[in-house]
C-alpha cells in the first residue's frame, strides 16, 4: 500500500519531538519579548534610591533620645510620627505640608480625618494614625479629672476641653457631670450642630442630670469660628438651664465656651 503524499498542511504539523521544541521555542520567545517590552526603572525605583532619607531618620531619633522634645521643632515632631506609618518615604515635606494647612500641632492633630486626607500624600491609613495620636492625648487628659475634684483643677478642665473641641468644624454641646464632691461622674456630648448654632433643651440637660445623680454640672461648647465671646444666645441659653436645675438641686458651676484662640467662661464674666 503505498502512502499518501504529505500534503503542505501535514509538512508544517510538527512530530512529537519537534513539537515539544517547538513549544519551548514559544515560551522562551514569549517570556523575551514581554520582558524586553517592561518599562525600564524610574531613578527612585532602584535599589538604595530612597535611601538617602534613612540615615535622616536615623539622625533625627538620635537627637530625640539625647536631647528631648524640646530640641525639636514641631515638624520634627510630626516626622518622628509619619516615620511609622510611612516607612519608606522622606516624610519632611508632608510633615511641613500639614502644619501649613492646619497652622499648628494641635491644628494637625485636631483635624477631622477628611480633611487630613486632602493633603496631598496622606491617604485614609495615615489619617486614622494621626486621629489615634489625638485620641491617645484626649484621653490622658481626661484621666487626669477622674476622682479628682474638678473645680480644683481648672486647668485641667481647660486643657481637656480645648483638645477635645476647639478644632471641631461643628459646634458641640457637651456637658460635664459632678457628683457631691465635684468629681467628674460622666463627660458627655448632648448635640452637635452646625457651624454657628447647636440646639440645646434645658429640661433635657437637667433630666440627664437627675439620671446620674449629679449635684453640679459645667456646660462646655464650642465656636468654630475660633472667638469664644459667648453671644446673646448663649448666655440666655445658660441662664434658662440654671434656672431650670437650680430648684432641683442642681448647680451649674460655669458655661465655658471653646475656641481656637482661647476661651470664655460666662462666670468669669459674671455673665452667670
Known amino acids: ?40 526603572l ?16 536615623e539622625r533625627l531619633r538620635d537627637k530625640y533620645r539625647d536631647h528631648g522634645d ?20 522622606d516624610t519632611k515635606p508632608l510633615a511641613k505640608a500639614l502644619l501649613a494647612r492646619f497652622g499648628s500641632l494641635a491644628g494637625v492633630f485636631g483635624a477631622p480625618a477628611s480633611l487630613l486626607q486632602e493633603v496631598k500624600g496622606i491617604g485614609e491609613s495615615v489619617a486614622l494614625d494621626l ?8 484621653r490622658i487628659l481626661r484621666s487626669e479629672l477622674r476622682e479628682k475634684q474638678v473645680l480644683s483643677s481648672w486647668s485641667s478642665v481647660i486643657d481637656y476641653c480645648h483638645a477635645v473641641m476647639a478644632y471641631e468644624a461643628r459646634e458641640q454641646f457637651r456637658i460635664l457631670f459632678l457628683d457631691k ?12 450642630g452646625t457651624v454657628d448654632h447647636t440646639p440645646v433643651y434645658p ?21 468654630p469660628s475660633g472667638d469664644p465671646t459667648p453671644s446673646r444666645a448663649d448666655i440666655d441659653m445658660t441662664k434658662t438651664i440654671v434656672d431650670t436645675a437650680k430648684p432641683l438641686g442642681i448647680t451649674v458651676h460655669d458655661h465655658i465656651i471653646i475656641g481656637k484662640d482661647g476661651h470664655a467662661s460666662l462666670k468669669g464674666l459674671r455673665l452667670i
Open 1 to 40: 500500500m503505498n502512502k499518501r503524499p504529505a500534503s503542505s498542511q501535514d509538512s508544517h504539523e510538527p512530530t512529537e519531538e519537534t513539537g515539544r521544541d517547538d513549544l519551548f521555542a514559544d515560551e522562551r520567545g514569549y517570556f523575551a519579548e514581554h520582558v524586553a517590552k517592561r518599562a525600564p
Open 203 to 223: 429640661r433635657e440637660v437637667v433630666r440627664r442630670a437627675l439620671e446620674l445623680s449629679a449635684t453640679a454640672i459645667i456646660l462646655v461648647h464650642n465656636h
Open 70 to 89: 524640646t530640641s525639636l521643632a514641631d515638624y520634627e515632631i510630626l516626622e518622628l510620627l509619619l516615620f511609622r506609618s510611612i516607612p519608606r518615604r
Open 131 to 138: 486621629k489615634l495620636v489625638a485620641t491617645v492625648g484626649q
Open 181 to 192: 464632691r465635684n468629681a467628674l461622674i460622666a463627660d458627655e456630648i448632648q448635640g452637635k
Open 42 to 57: 524610574k531613578a527612585d525605583q532602584l535599589p538604595g534610591a530612597d535611601e538617602h532619607y534613612l540615615g535622616h531618620r
